[in-house]
T-cell receptor, first 110, second 113 residues
Framework: GESVGLHLPTLSVQEGDNSIINCAYS??????FIWYKQESGKGPQFIID?????DKRQGQRVTVLLNKTVKHLSLQIAATQPGDSAVYFC?????????FGAGTTVTVRA | EPEVTQTPSHQVTQMGQEVILRCVPI?????FYWYRQILGQKVEFLVS????????KSEIFDDQFSVERPDGSNFTLKIRSTKLEDSAMYFC???????????FGPGTRLTVT
C-alpha cells in the first residue's frame, strides 16, 4: 500500500503569502524524506530534503518540518511567487528508491 | 549545471510493439532509476540499477521490461510488447549515491495506441 500521502490535493495561495503543504507517512522506519516540485511537462525537481535525525531544515524560501511522533512532514514556502505554481510531491527514500505521495497542486493568485 | 537527458520526448507506438526509451544520466553518477507517471497520478518507481545490475524493481517491472547500460553514458528502458496501459510519462533519474539526491530527466511521453 501507499506509504506517503498528502492531505490536500490542491492549494490556492495569494502571491506574497506563505504556503504550507502537508504530507503524512506510515512507515516509522523511514529516515530520509524529500520534497519535489513538478512543473507542467517537466520531471520532478528536488527542492529540499530532511533526514530523520533532524526536525527542521531550511533552504532558500523553503522550510521542511518533520514530526516523527505523528509521522508528518510539511513544506513551507515563504512569500509565494507565481513561479511556485506547480505540483509538489513528498517522497521517502526507502532502499534507494523513492516512494512518492499523490501530490498537491499549488496555484498562486496574482 | 549537469542534467539528465532523455530521448525521445514523445514516442507513439502500436500495442504489441517494442519500444526503447533512452537516458543519459549525469556523468559521475553511479545509481540509475526509471520511474513512470500515468497522467494525473503520482510518480511510481520502476527499477533501480547499480554496478551493472538491477538493485530493486517494483511489481510494475515485469518480464516485459528490461534495462541496460550499453556503454558508459546511456541507460535504456525497453518494453518488449507494449500494452495500452503502458501509456505514461517515463522518467529517468540518477544519483551519486543511493541516499543522495536523485536528479530527474524531462521525461519521455509514451503513447500506446
Amino acid at each position: 500500500g501507499e506509504s506517503v500521502g498528502l492531505h490536500l490535493p490542491t492549494l490556492s495561495v495569494q502571491e506574497g503569502d506563505n504556503s504550507i503543504i502537508n504530507c503524512a507517512y506510515s512507515n516509522s522506519a523511514s529516515d530520509y524524506f524529500i520534497w519535489y516540485k513538478q512543473e507542467s511537462g517537466k520531471g520532478p525537481q528536488f527542492i529540499i530534503d530532511i533526514r530523520s535525525n533532524m526536525d527542521k531544515r531550511q533552504g532558500q524560501r523553503v522550510t521542511v518540518l518533520l514530526n516523527k511522533t505523528v509521522k508528518h512532514l510539511s513544506l513551507q514556502i515563504a512569500a509565494t511567487q507565481p513561479g511556485d505554481s506547480a505540483v509538489y510531491f513528498c517522497a521517502e527514500n526507502i532502499n534507494y528508491k523513492l516512494s512518492f505521495g499523490a501530490g498537491t497542486t499549488v496555484t498562486v493568485r496574482a | 549545471e549537469p542534467e539528465v537527458t532523455q530521448t525521445p520526448s514523445h514516442q507513439v507506438t502500436q500495442m504489441g510493439q517494442e519500444v526503447i526509451l533512452r537516458c543519459v544520466p549525469i556523468s559521475n553518477h553511479l545509481y540509475f532509476y526509471w520511474y513512470r507517471q500515468i497522467l494525473g497520478q503520482k510518480v511510481e518507481f520502476l527499477v533501480s540499477f547499480y554496478n551493472n545490475e538491477i538493485s530493486e524493481k517494483s511489481e510494475i517491472f515485469d518480464d516485459q521490461f528490461s534495462v541496460e547500460r550499453p556503454d558508459g553514458s546511456n541507460f535504456t528502458l525497453k518494453i518488449r510488447s507494449t500494452k495500452l496501459e503502458d501509456s505514461a510519462m517515463y522518467f529517468c533519474a540518477s544519483s551519486s549515491g543511493g541516499l543522495d539526491e536523485q536528479y530527474f530527466g524531462p521525461g519521455t511521453r509514451l503513447t500506446v495506441t
